[in-house]
């Protein structure tokens, strides 16, 4: 008698097999089993045997058969050992299981797998986790910690919320706005703003007007008027897809913004503007003195990724930086812009809050704020509602830092000390500007030196409402000694 040789599936149904067993499997590949099974009965006979021994291994261990043994390593010893023993064996007293039980059992079996894959493939899923919130009106409907799941509508009423996904991503959605998460990769923009800071995999942002897609980006999207779709882009670039014909495509790299309207094609291109955007509730909030209103749109646009700027052009008085509740109150002599560095980078470090003795109209108006007199001369600057801004970043506390230059060559700059609270009488620390590593950092930017830049961060992290920040005056008598302030900045801490 000839002895029968051993089936051996092939290695593409056996990848088959286990990617359905361990419910990973596409629906394609539940169809191509759907069609294998019925016509190959050696094929049947392997997927009901595999079936038996991936329920085993669940009931015995309490996971999935890939967690112990391989399919393909349980196919093997199946189909060429005679020592491995069924996971449900037949005795003596029942028949043979015949064919038409088989293709029952792999019908019943495949049925109940593709009920199981459809429902994974359709059932919402955890996309973006709300890491902050600003506005009474969202946190009706947004929790912080909590997941925003795929194939559901979102409404940010007012203010903002800020979301990042588990691979990197983070968005920043501001008020009015509506937008449905439909998947993983795919948010449909229905109205509203939409700051983006992509580190993760790519996706795209649908609007009315077409497809964002994102190529290792940082960009900006203003959909509010919902004729109109803007996309600012900061870094990396971005590609346009028309709604209605998928070969119309234009793409815009860091620096350029892109304008469909309507049904028009293509897109108008212009100058990207971060000053439309509030980039993000977890970011650092500054404050940039400004001398010149072209310099706030020089400012806001190229120094917009890790900092939201507010800018403050007169010498003395209040500010409320958006998408915040914090309040600012200051005082000095003048605004000052220096010449010679004019890069767009090095702007925020030349014009500078002055501290020569203050005018009498000086005086009253600190005095309406509430600030303290500091002699009358030098610099008073105040931060007030922080613990508000540390709830809506979801921060542990804050550090502050101070941004300088002397103007001049061979300038010295006067200490800057930091106050808790809204007099000066609880010191937190003092600055000294002049140390000797800053002393060479003379900053010729377009070949004619203009002093040095300094950032300073004041050691201690805080947790206090208000803070007071202040500068000696200037003496009058000399230009060499400087009192000034460029820009301030509030940092977030986190851990």
Do not use: C
């Amino acid at each position: 008698m000839s002895q029968t040789t051993p089936y051996e599936p092939s290695p593409e149904l056996i990848e088959l097999v286990q990617r359905v067993l361990d419910k990973e499997a596409s629906l394609d590949d539940i169809a191509h089993l759907n069609h294998i099974i019925p016509s190959d009965p050696e094929a049947r006979r392997y997927f009901v045997k595999m079936r038996m021994l991936h329920s085993s291994l669940m009931d015995h261990y309490g996971q999935t058969s890939s967690n112990i043994i391989s399919l393909k390593e349980a196919a093997k010893k199946s189909t060429s050992s005679q020592t491995v023993t069924p996971a449900i064996a037949d005795t003596g007293t029942h028949k043979p299981r015949s064919k038409r039980y088989l293709l029952a059992a792999a019908a019943v079996l495949l049925f109940s797998l593709a009920g199981t894959l459809v429902y994974q493939s359709f059932a919402p899923k955890d996309a973006y986790q709300v890491v902050a919130i600003l506005g009474a009106e969202n946190k009706e409907h947004f929790t912080t910690d909590s997941w925003l799941k795929t194939k559901e509508q979102y409404e940010v009423k007012t203010g903002l919320v800020e979301l990042h996904s588990a691979d990197g991503n983070k968005i920043t959605i501001q008020g009015p706005a509506k937008f449905t998460i439909e998947d993983l990769k795919t948010i449909q923009l229905n109205s509203g703003k939409a700051w983006a800071v992509l580190d993760g995999p790519s996706i795209d942002i649908k609007t009315t007007q077409g497809i964002v897609r994102d190529i290792g980006t940082t960009f900006g999207i203003d959909h509010s008027n919902t004729k109109v779709t803007r996309i600012d882009v900061f870094d990396g670039k971005v590609q346009v897809t028309d709604k209605s014909t998928a070969n119309k495509q234009a793409e815009a790299e860091a620096g350029v913004a892109l304008i469909a309207v309507s049904e028009s094609w293509p897109p108008d291109r212009t100058e990207a503007d971060a000053s439309l955007y509030i980039t993000g509730l977890r970011r650092a909030v500054g404050f940039s003195f400004v001398n010149k209103p072209e310099d706030i749109s020089a400012i806001t646009s190229s120094l917009p990724l890790d900092t939201q700027w507010t800018p403050l052009i007169d010498h003395v008085g209040t500010a409320y930086p958006g998408g915040t509740n914090l309040e600012i109150r200051w005082a000095g002599s003048s605004i000052t812009s220096t010449g010679g560095n004019q890069s767009n980078l090095s702007k925020i470090y030349h014009t500078h809050l002055l501290g020569w003795p203050w005018s009498d109209n000086t005086i009253e108006k600190a005095t309406d704020l509430q600030l303290p007199e500091n002699g009358h001369t030098g610099i008073v600057l105040q931060i007030r509602n922080i613990s508000k801004w540390l709830a809506e970043t979801n921060a542990i506390g804050y550090k502050v830092e101070i941004l300088r230059n002397t103007g001049v060559r061979k300038a010295t700059l006067r200490p800057v000390s930091l106050y808790s609270g809204s007099t000066t009488t609880n010191l937190v620390e003092t600055l000294d500007p002049m140390h000797e590593k800053l002393l060479s950092a003379d900053y010729p930017d377009q070949g004619n030196s203009v002093g040095f830049r300094v950032h300073q961060t004041f050691s201690d992290t805080l947790t206090e409402d208000v803070v007071t920040i202040t500068v000696p005056g200037q003496p009058l008598q000399s230009n060499t000694i400087r009192s000034n302030i460029s820009a301030v900045r509030l940092i977030p801490v986190f851990e």
